[in-house]
């Protein structure tokens, strides 16, 4: 399983696509008008929601990769950088510590072209 469409209420809505490929966890959006804030770029809350979704795949992915356990944020934080208005972001997920129950995870959110658009850090706990 790499590729991961419509698992849940929220991605159908939002219309991001999981990939797993090479166990690096990415959630990846095709901006439309429908995910605009009044200025016309992409939604300072999608770009969490993109953040969130990528860590917590990371954290599922270092407890077990095969199976993908469920886990839940238990805090996050979001640093936003720059603005996007069109085109593909890329939300990446990077564990940077913890323990069995709970994990350290970093996120970075960039546009097609490298920039750097968002960046957050969040706490995972594993669901039993």
Do not use: C, W
Request: proline share 3%; no cysteine.
């Amino acid at each position: 399983m790499s590729m991961i469409r419509d698992e849940t209420g929220a991605q159908t809505l939002l219309g991001y696509v999981v990939d797993l490929t090479d166990g690096v966890a990415r959630s990846i959006l095709d901006i439309g008008p429908q995910h605009t804030n009044r200025h016309g770029g992409l939604h300072g809350g999608i770009m969490a929601a993109m953040l969130d979704n990528a860590m917590g795949y990371a954290a599922a992915l270092r407890y077990d990769p095969d199976a993908i356990p469920t886990v839940m944020t238990v805090s996050m934080t979001t640093s936003y950088i720059a603005p996007v208005r069109e085109g593909t972001v890329t939300a990446t997920g990077t564990v940077t510590g913890g323990g069995r129950s709970i994990l350290f995870v970093d996120g970075a959110l960039t546009a097609e072209d490298g920039r750097l658009l968002a960046t957050a850090t969040g706490v995972f706990k594993r669901i039993k």
